[in-house]
T-cell receptor
Framework: RKEVEQDPGPFNVPEGATVAFNCTYS??????FFWYRQDCRKEPKLLMSVYSSGNEDGRFTAQLNRASQYISLLIRDSKLSDSATYLC??????????????FGKGTKLSVKP | NAGVTQTPKFQVLKTGQSMTLQCAQD?????MYWYRQDPGMGLRLIYY???????DKGEVPNGYNVSRLNKREFSLRLESAAPSQTSVYFC??????????????FGPGTRLLVL
């Protein structure tokens, strides 16, 4: 099984803090990368895709380092509503329609007032 | 659009009982998936259907069967439930088969307890 490893957390931070999550993946086969967010007792939802050049969406910045097989998510100016579990997801793609979406176990973030 | 819907939301079974989890999507997606999520584990793929009429095993298919009834519906059947199948089951769909940059959209989940 291809592995995706994340910081286990939990991360407990005050409002306004900057927090970073890391994720490593085990295989260099052609892939695509994502961060999903999962609220307590809810379904996962896509937060953002991760592109080779890095990408930003408001307070969220995602970075990819293929050489080190490492993905990161940075959240600036944390809000109470950011409290959730963040899932690192890697799509190991073998060509055609063959591939496998592997989810990390998730990192729990709790933002306190 | 309702997106991805799942029924039932909760279910309690006794060991050996059978049941079918239903999933439907109204986004005209080609691909559909069944995952299970257990405490301390990531989501694990049970089965997927890249397109109508096809199904393939995922990482943990043992004890399950699936049917892609039509483009909208993808059901998961437990023929003889075991306590090890106690889990939260998520159905998902995506526009393209696994391998692209497609986003997967998840249903709200079914919480299953097998006694």
């Amino acid at each position: 099984r291809k592995e995706v490893e994340q910081d286990p957390g939990p991360f407990n931070v005050p409002e306004g803090a900057t927090v970073a999550f890391n994720c490593t993946y085990s295989n260099s086969v052609s892939q695509s990368f994502f961060w999903y967010r999962q609220d307590c007792r809810k379904e996962p939802k896509l937060l953002m895709s991760v592109y080779s050049s890095g990408n930003e969406d408001g307070r969220f910045t995602a970075q990819l380092n293929r050489a080190s097989q490492y993905i990161s998510l940075l959240i600036r100016d944390s809000k109470l509503s950011d409290s959730a579990t963040y899932l690192c997801v890697v799509n190991f793609y073998y060509g055609g329609s063959q591939g496998n979406l592997i989810f990390g176990k998730g990192t729990k973030l709790s933002v306190k007032p | 659009n309702a997106g991805v819907t799942q029924t039932p939301k909760f279910q309690v079974l006794k060991t050996g009982q059978s049941m079918t989890l239903q999933c439907a999507q109204d986004m005209n997606h080609n691909s559909m998936y069944w995952y299970r999520q257990d405490p301390g584990m990531g989501l694990r793929l049970i089965y997927y259907s890249a397109s109508e009429g096809t199904t393939d095993k995922g990482e943990v298919p043992n004890g399950y069967n699936v049917s892609r009834l039509n483009k909208r519906e993808f059901s998961l059947r437990l023929e003889s439930a075991a306590p090890s199948q106690t889990s939260v089951y998520f159905c998902a769909s995506s526009e393209e088969p696994v391998g692209g940059r497609e986003t997967q959209y998840f249903g709200p989940g079914t919480r299953l307890l097998v006694l």
